[in-house]
């Protein structure tokens, strides 16, 4: 598990000490079923289970792999389109690329993320290069939804590039663990992510043993997914391990603790910290698009049908082999995007 690391971790600046400060209890541990994404690559449904209500402002999150591919075997998504909120895609081993209507597009790597703000409507397409479908090799990563206000789902899509060498690098308080900081604010310390909702996106690897405690913005959800590993949360001390997200009610800091032994393919604790301003606004989803209301879903299905969202640039038509699954009939299986799900939601 690459990601961004540190020869020397005692070089990097430390986390205030929380002493004093109240710990967030915990609400809920819920382990993420499997299935499979685009074209057939295995993911961990992080937020199966959990209320909207309190995963606000954050709608999906995808463990994607960790698998390692025989050659030719490597997969992606076909060209899809989105609106109404932004996609982040975080590699933690491989390599991805990107290429959307907007004329966005990067490959990423080990530590790099992706953000995309679908706005008022785009289509793009995540892939693995060639070189890599020919060769094989690790491939995991993660893709979260972040919703956006009412006021801004309506904004011009936009596209940003996230190198791993610009995230924000900490070191917790005992020196245990090291904190990434891939978007928002910790501790006075900025992530390189630009966001439209206010939230802050952290990976966090923690030492056998170690307690890490991140003080954390009391108007802020608090959400812990343990990508590796095993250790325990809260000052209750819940265990938890690979695949499960920690939902976390009020308090001040944010407190996990790896165990003193852990797997000799999981040397460490892993986890992928998030949290944001909840927006508080009723929410429609189904596939693609994450709207306020059923009206403006069904709009959405009837805009990309239309072609209104934008179409694939001339230069990556030979990408496109799999045709847009497109239907006259607005149900629930128009579009089987991300594996969403397919009945329109409203909350």
Not at 150 to 163: E, F, G, I, L, N
Not at 320 to 334: E, I, Q, W
Request: charged share 20%; no cysteine.
């Amino acid at each position: 598990m690459p990601a961004v690391t540190v020869s020397d971790i005692t070089i990097l600046p430390r986390i205030s000490d929380t002493t004093g400060l109240r710990a967030r209890r915990v609400k809920s541990i819920t382990t993420a079923p499997q299935g499979f994404e685009g074209e057939g690559f295995p993911v961990r449904r992080a937020f199966a289970g959990v209320d909207l209500a309190e995963l606000d402002p954050f709608i999906h999150l995808d463990q994607m792999g960790e698998v390692e591919y025989a050659p030719g075997e490597p997969k992606g998504t076909p060209w899809h389109p989105h609106r109404g909120f932004e996609t982040v895609t975080y590699i933690i081993d491989g390599i991805f690329d990107h290429k959307d209507s907007n004329g966005g597009g990067g490959t990423i790597s080990d530590g790099d993320t992706q953000w995309m703000t679908a706005g008022g409507g785009i289509l793009h397409i995540e892939t693995p290069p060639e070189h890599l479908v020919m060769s094989g090799g690790l491939f995991h990563g993660f893709q979260l939804w972040v919703n956006l206000p009412a006021a801004k789902k309506w904004s011009p899509p936009a596209y940003q590039d996230v190198r791993a060498n610009d995230v924000a690098l900490l070191s917790s308080t005992d020196g245990g663990s090291l904190v990434r900081i891939i978007a928002g604010e910790l501790d006075g310390h900025v992530g390189p992510g630009t966001t439209q909702t206010p939230i802050t996106l952290i990976h966090a690897t923690v030492a056998p043993g170690a307690e890490l405690r991140l003080p954390w913005r009391k108007d802020y959800n608090a959400l812990v997914y343990t990508m590796s590993g095993h250790g325990f949360v809260g000052d209750e001390q819940r265990p938890v391990s690979m695949g499960q997200l920690t939902v976390f009610g009020d308090g001040d800091t944010i407190v996990v603790r790896a165990a003193n032994q852990q797997e000799s393919r999981s040397p460490n604790l892993e986890l992928f910290i998030l949290g944001g301003q909840p927006i508080k606004e009723p929410v429609a989803w189904m596939g693609p698009f994450v709207m306020n209301t059923k009206r403006e879903v069904l709009q959405a299905f009837e805009d990309f049908q239309k072609g209104l969202l934008g179409s694939i640039p001339a230069i990556y038509k030979e990408d496109a082999k799999k045709p847009l699954n497109r239907t006259d009939k607005l149900s629930g299986d128009v579009l089987d995007v991300h594996n969403a799900p397919t009945d329109l939601q409203e909350g």
